[in-house]
């Protein structure tokens, strides 16, 4: 059995830490608007080395609560879950590296397909010296490109599991109730999060040309950075279409079968209604994320809907370096990126395995 290392956040001394200490059982809370005080309990996963937060036990509202979205965000259904460790940034390509190292599992993905480096060539053969904005993936950018089988092999390894779709919006919402986005109900600013929109008028120029690296934009309530922008996050559940209507109250863990997997969280390329936190997406377990449009499904251009507000103007705040106007994101249609996250459960002994 393997120990928590316990780090402190937010200047709260938490009792213990050490190898035979215990992690304290949470209340059940409802959510709140107001969570920007309440301590964070932070961890270190031996395993992969991932920072980890305790998302409190409690309940909310799933689902679309602007009745705007597909119909399958519908009903709006309260949903209770127990408390659970959530990873606070998705898997890096360095964490992905340390899997592949220690298993027979496979190589890692392309993070740099052929659309892009060619999009780097051209600029550059037309006289633009440096393309302000463009990152070749670091170690600290999230891995992409990896299936669900995938991203299941990696928590297994790391003794984790991927996050049911209802974990991973109770912890993308961070508090928030009835919001539209991680961060209120306003369209994407440049401090927000990693996206620039798929066509006219959603473009929210945000430093990079592509992925940027985990935590470049500010955390949620829970301390969750990226649950929207950058890559997309496969979850554990089959996706079922109409599984909201009949949804148990405790602990959903979606159809017990299914065809296809269920994504949250959307990337750098999405359609400004993908951002939502109550969108979903589906795709086999078995595709990888990059352009291959006959294998995607649910991916054909959202309607805009009237109830969005398009204001984005946010006086008074901070602003990231703009990448080059000139160089705009320009993603072929029906890409995707697929990344992923872990959680982990507060198990008997309160160790990790």
Known sequence: MKKLICVLLIGTVLAGCGEDDTVEEQPEIIQTEAIDDTPLRVITWEKDAASMVLIPAGSFEMGDPFDEGEADELPVHRVALDAFYMDRHEVTIAQYKRFLKETVHGTLPDQTP???????????????PQVVGFTTPTDNHPVAGVTFNDAQAYAEWAGKRLPTEAEWEYGARGGLIGKRYVWGNQPPEKIDCNFTGSFGGEQADDGYLYT?????????????????????????????????????????????????????????????????????????????????????????????????????????????PQADPAVKKQPPDNTIWVGFRCVADLTTDKKSP
């Open 114 to 128: 052929d659309w892009i480096a060619g999009k780097a060539i051209v600029l550059a053969q037309k006289g633009v």
């Open 212 to 320: 940027a690296p985990v935590g470049s934009y500010a955390a949620n309530g829970y301390g969750l950075y990226d649950m929207t922008g950058n890559v997309w996050e496969w979850c554990a559940d089959w996706y079922g279409e109409n599984y909201y209507a009949s949804s148990v109250l405790k602990n959903p863990k979606g159809p017990t079968t299914g065809t296809e997997r269920v994504i949250r969280g959307s990337g750098w390329s999405s359609y400004l209604q993908h951002l939502r936190l109550s969108r979903r997406l589906k795709l086999s377990p078995t595709v990888t994320g990059f352009p291959q449009a006959t294998e995607y499904s649910g991916l054909e251009k959202p309607a805009l809907n009237k109830n969005i507000p398009i204001d984005k103007q946010k006086p008074n705040q901070e602003q990231k």
